[in-house]
């Protein structure tokens, strides 16, 4: 057992650890305490940076399909424009290729009055041969009697 002068100086002793390991434990809670804040606002800062990130390309998509925007509406008005100079280059193709297109036409007549059994194969040959050596009938002044009575 011990004497009552050992416990006496034992005592601060004892006080000196139990302070040295309260002061420790006080750090380790700081550091812990520490730690989660950190794990937390590095999280915060992780999804505000993943947000800025994609308000980014956002913002860079919503520019570039203006300008897309923009581009196509200036070259659709260039193209209408051209589709109107097309159209005239075309009509001014199909005045010139009128007699063609009217012979194709007195060709596909004939063909389907043959297929409906209305002229016989020799009489589809003869007119055939008519329509291709005549220079056939442009369709502008032509009345429907005319061009009736070409393909009789």
Same mark, same amino acid.
């Given at each position: 057992?011990?004497?009552?002068?050992?416990?006496?100086?034992?005592?601060?002793?004892?006080?000196?650890?139990?302070?040295?390991? =309260?002061?420790?434990?006080?750090?380790?809670?700081? #550091?812990?305490?520490?730690?989660?804040? =950190?794990?937390?606002? =590095?999280?915060?800062?992780?999804?505000?940076?993943?947000?800025?990130?994609?308000?980014?390309?956002?913002?860079?998509? #919503?520019?570039?399909? @203006?300008?897309?925007?923009? @581009?196509?509406?200036?070259?659709?008005? $260039?193209?209408?424009? @051209?589709?109107?100079?097309?159209?005239?280059?075309?009509?001014?193709?199909?005045?010139? =290729?009128?007699?063609?297109?009217?012979?194709? $036409?007195?060709?596909?007549?004939?063909?389907?009055?043959?297929?409906?059994?209305?002229?016989?194969? #020799?009489?589809?040959?003869?007119?055939?041969?008519?329509?291709? $050596?005549?220079?056939?009938?442009?369709?502008?002044?032509?009345?429907?009697?005319?061009?009736?009575?070409?393909?009789?």
């Amino acid at each position: 057992m011990p004497s009552p002068t050992d416990r006496a100086l034992s005592t601060p002793l004892k006080l000196l650890l139990y302070g040295l390991l =309260g002061l420790v434990s006080f750090l380790v809670v700081i #550091a812990a305490v520490r730690f989660v804040f =950190g794990l937390f606002f =590095g999280l915060i800062g992780l999804i505000m940076g993943l947000l800025s990130l994609a308000a980014t390309i956002g913002f860079l998509a #919503a520019i570039g399909y @203006a300008v897309y925007w923009v @581009a196509s509406t200036v070259f659709s008005q $260039d193209e209408s424009t @051209a589709s109107t100079t097309s159209a005239a280059q075309t009509q001014a193709e199909h005045a010139t =290729g009128v007699a063609s297109a009217s012979e194709t $036409d007195s060709v596909e007549r004939l063909s389907e009055r043959y297929a409906k059994g209305e002229i016989t194969e #020799a009489e589809l040959e003869r007119r055939l041969e008519q329509a291709l $050596d005549e220079p056939s009938l442009d369709g502008s002044g032509a009345t429907e009697a005319e061009r009736n009575r070409e393909l009789n």
